[in-house]
């Protein structure tokens, strides 16, 4: 069973980097056939999609957010990580990790989630 | 305000049908795949339909999804009080702003 963990501060303050990391255990990232994705969701709003990353490190970002994402893969610890710079208040939500078949563009399994307050 | 347009809420007693729509446009549902997910309160969305009506292990068969061009729909039957969430449409968007889309949710209210 794949599971995914988030962790990182759950405070960030503005103008600063949020950076998140999800540790990914019961399957190998490296094994392909995965994308492995960041999904945020404002407080009581819906998902916005972030971003994705392949374990070659290939990534693609949600356009209206593509300025300020980098998305990185550690294979070696089997983890991904999300930096989004910049970050104002309306960058506060909750941020899920997530993994997406690259096929179908379906997400099978999400983290807990983790929130992230962006304030002073 | 999304794209992928759902109602922002259905309801029905326990034991009914609902369904709830989901409607986009050819460079998303009409060329991709459509997926759904279950939110309950306090927790992270669950995958309940992929590949526009197939079932993951362990979703009973109480949930289904079609897709007919520009639009899709799931539908649920014998509703129960645990039915009660958040449900989230989701594609693959192939315009020059690609990227995955969600729908903005649809609250269910079991009555």
């Known amino acids: 069973q794949v599971q995914l963990q988030e962790s990182g501060p759950g405070l960030v303050k503005p103008s600063q980097t949020l950076s998140l990391t999800c540790t990914v255990s019961?399957?190998?990232?490296?094994?392909?056939?995965?994308?492995w994705s960041w999904i945020r969701q404002h407080p009581g709003k819906g998902l916005e999609w972030i971003g994705y990353i392949y374990y070659s490190g290939s990534t693609y970002y949600n356009p209206s957010l593509k300025s300020r994402v980098t998305i990185s893969v550690d294979t070696s610890k089997n983890q991904f990580s999300l930096k989004l710079s910049s970050v104002t208040a309306a960058d506060t939500a909750v941020y899920y990790c997530?993994?997406?078949?690259?096929?179908?563009?379906?997400?099978?399994?999400w983290g807990q989630g983790t929130l992230v307050t962006v304030s002073s | 305000q999304s794209v992928l347009t759902q109602p922002p809420s259905v309801s029905a007693a326990p034991g009914q049908k609902v369904t709830i729509s989901c409607s986009g446009s050819s460079s998303n549902i009409g060329n991709n795949y459509v997926s759904w997910y279950q939110q309950l309160p306090g927790t992270a969305p669950k995958l309940l339909i992929y590949?526009?009506?197939k079932r993951p292990s362990g979703i009973p068969d109480r949930f289904s999804g079609s897709k007919s061009g520009t639009s899709a729909t799931l539908g649920i039957t014998g509703l129960q009080t645990g039915d009660e969430a958040d449900y989230y449409c989701g594609t693959w968007d192939s315009s020059l702003s690609a990227g995955f889309l969600f729908g903005g949710g649809t609250k269910l209210t079991v009555l």
């Open positions: 019961g399957g190998s990232i490296s094994s392909g056939g995965y994308y």
């Open positions: 997530a993994r997406d078949t690259v096929t179908t563009k379906t997400f099978d399994y």
């Open positions: 590949d526009n009506n």
